[in-house]
């Protein structure tokens, strides 16, 4: 299988690196799976797990949100948070979600529309984690 340069950049770090063969990514208007000689092209992200493509194994990383800008020298990935599953402390990202709910109360109108958003998509990554640990 063809492959084609990805990086995944954070604030803190650079995530990850190197030559892939795919990359799914979690984009505001739906998941966008990218390969070799893909069309160039700007995404935004949205809170979810990019799953990355290596010699046919998958290595599963949480993004909270971010832009993805693949072009003829690969795939760049700037997000805003990048943990891998593995390095990922689920309590901590329970207790997150905790404090969101209750950050709820505080909020009304469009801003409280857009906290709604960001807790179920942070929610989703929940159970995501959840059936990925139960099925290993």
Do not use: C, Y
Request: charged residues 25%; without cysteine; proline residues 3%.
């Amino acid at each position: 299988m063809a492959t084609f340069h990805f990086d995944l950049v954070s604030p803190e770090k650079i995530a990850f690196s190197g030559e892939v063969e795919q990359v799914d990514i979690p984009g505001v208007d739906g998941d966008l799976g990218v390969m070799a000689g893909h069309a160039p092209l700007v995404a935004t992200i949205r809170p979810g797990i990019m799953t990355v493509t290596v010699g046919g194994k998958h290595e599963k990383i949480i993004v909270l949100g971010g832009l993805a800008e693949i072009s003829d020298k690969g795939l760049t990935v700037l997000a805003d948070t990048a943990t891998s599953m593995a390095e990922l402390d689920a309590v901590a990202f329970a207790d997150k979600i905790a404090q969101m709910e209750e950050d709820l109360k505080e909020k009304e109108g469009s801003v409280l529309d857009q906290a709604i958003e960001r807790l179920d998509h942070f929610k989703t990554i929940q159970r995501q984690i959840v059936n990925s640990t139960a099925m290993h």
